[in-house]
């Protein structure tokens, strides 16, 4: 009889095969709207393309050691130095309803801001290897080569949950979710052309500022 493969371990290669395909995905998640509500520039944080570069997390203002690193995360910086902020969009793989549950809790609607904090060797490292411009110029924020983290307050939290497929109907059927919170199936996220997919970018569009508008100025 084989041995029974215990369920951390199925978990643990559940998030790294997510990883792997959200690595695949462009700077600017898929589907992302481009209006006047968001005239900065987006990239992806989260997954990096090697372990060896200290990447973006979020923290609460004063604490130094409870951090909030997503599966994926792409922040959107602002355009203006003089108004500094960052917009994130969150990816969370929950292989279990407590896990959903837990990642959940860390993005419900607080009185305390969310920073996002970004590294020096992230600023000053390209984007993809070969490339030869840092991402601190690509940014726009900063007007000159970074010394020290660059910390900025976020303006906005948009929540993608990925859900294995019972769990997924389960939720969908029964439950109503925060207005920053969207959901997908796993499937969509562990899906090698998931970025292409039309219903994916469909879902990416409507985690936008600019959905919650009529129309914009």
């Known amino acids: 009889m084989s041995a029974s493969i215990p369920l951390a371990f ?31 520039t987006w990239m992806r944080a989260r997954p990096g393309e090697a372990d060896t570069t200290a990447y973006p997390f979020l923290k609460l203002p004063g604490s130094n050691r409870l951090r909030t690193v997503p599966d994926g995360l792409w922040l959107h910086f602002s355009h203006d130095p003089t108004d500094a902020y960052a917009d994130i969009l969150c990816i969370e793989a929950c292989s279990t309803l407590q896990n959903l549950l837990d990642k959940r809790s860390r993005f419900a609607p607080s009185t305390t801001s969310l920073l996002a904090v970004c590294p020096v060797t992230w600023l000053t490292a390209p984007v993809q290897s070969g490339d030869t411009l840092p991402r601190w110029k690509q940014i726009r924020l ?6 020290q983290p660059l ?3 976020v303006r ?15 939720f969908a059927r029964h439950q109503m979710p925060q207005p920053h919170e969207y959901f997908c199936p796993m499937d969509a996220l562990i899906d090698e052309q998931g ?19 009529m129309l914009l100025p």
Do not use: C
């Not at 643990?12 to 968001?38: C, I, Y």
């Not at 990416?204 to 508008?213: C, Q, T, V, W």
């Open 195 to 213: 970025a292409s997919n039309p219903a994916m970018q469909a879902l990416i569009s409507r985690a936008s500022g600019a959905a919650n508008f």
């Open 156 to 170: 906005d939290v948009r929540v993608l949950y990925g859900l294995k497929s019972r769990q997924y109907d389960g």
């Open 151 to 153: 910390v900025l307050p």
């Open 10 to 40: 199925v978990h643990h290669s559940l998030d790294d095969l997510v990883r792997r395909r959200l690595r695949q995905w462009p700077q600017r998640p898929p589907g992302a709207l481009e209006t006047s509500k968001q005239r900065g």
């Open 142 to 147: 900063l007007r000159a080569e970074p010394t």
